[in-house]
Antibody, heavy 124, light 110 residues
Framework: QVQLVQSGAEVKKPGASVKVSCKASGYSFTDYYIHWVRQAPGQGLEWMGW????????VYAQRSHGWVTITRDTSISTAYMELPRLKSDDTAIYYC?????????????????WGQGTLVTVSS | QSALTQPASVSGSPGQSITISCTGTSSDVGLYNLVSWYQQHPGKAPKLIIY???NRPSGVSNRFSGSKSGNTASLTISGLQAEDEADYHC??????????FGGGTRLTVL
């Protein structure tokens, strides 16, 4: 069965960076786009960007451009999301999500599978 | 990329029907048939309940239905049950090659 397993919770100080991992299993990793979505406490979902695991190509939300970096390591079927220069309002749960359609059908249809989420807390 | 607009909260009694709206623009909701809806219970990851505007994944109750008119998509839940109490998020593909979510709607079953 398809699974996305994320790395554990992180506590960081303002100005530090964080890298969250998302290990995929149960399907061919390079066949489906992976997206990153975050949710601040008590807030809605915010899309951050996607990666084509086959090519490594990425697209980021305007707000995320030049700020978040999404990468992947195909040898271990894992995607990563890195945030530099953390601020307190980056405190959120970060999710990776896999789309429903294979890469040749486009970057997004819907998010069929989600990771369990990784809580990143930024506090001095 | 502005967020899609959803009501902050809706409520209904068991057995009733409710509808949650999701308003976007001609660059997202109105341009593509790629609106999806997610149910999220507290402390859990979102769960897909509607995709491509109106389609239901296998295993999702037929009490959930999606529709769209112009730049506004809607989620209707009929025969409300206590277990439907959750947050609901709409989502759409948007130009150029991006994705946008709504602010989320808290459903309370009275």
């Amino acid at each position: 069965q398809v699974q996305l397993v994320q790395s554990g919770a992180e506590v960081k100080k303002p100005g530090a960076s964080v890298k969250v991992s998302c290990k995929a299993s149960g399907y061919s990793f390079t066949d489906y786009y992976i997206h990153w979505v975050r949710q601040a406490p008590g807030q809605g979902l915010e899309w951050m960007g996607w990666i084509n695991p086959n090519t490594g190509g990425t697209v980021y939300a305007q707000r995320s451009h030049g700020w978040v970096t999404i990468t992947r390591d195909t040898s271990i079927s894992t995607a990563y999301m890195e945030l530099p220069r953390l601020k307190s309002d980056d405190t959120a749960i970060y999710y990776c999500a896999r789309v429903s359609v294979p890469v040749h059908s486009g970057s997004f249809d819907s998010f069929e599978y989600w990771g369990q989420g990784t809580l990143v807390t930024v506090s001095s | 990329q502005s967020a899609l607009t959803q009501p902050a909260s809706v409520s209904g009694s068991p057995g009733q029907s409710i509808t949650i709206s999701c308003t976007g623009t001609s660059s997202d909701v109105g341009l593509y048939n790629l609106v999806s809806w997610y149910q999220q219970h507290p402390g859990k990851a979102p769960k897909l309940i509607i995709y491509e505007d109106t389609n239901r994944p296998s295993g999702v109750s037929n009490r959930f239905s999606g529709s769209k008119s112009g730049n506004t998509a809607s989620l209707t839940i009929s025969g409300l049950q206590a277990e439907d109490e959750a947050d609901y998020h709409c989502c759409s593909y948007a130009d150029p090659a991006t994705v946008v979510f709504g602010g989320g709607t808290r459903l309370t079953v009275l």
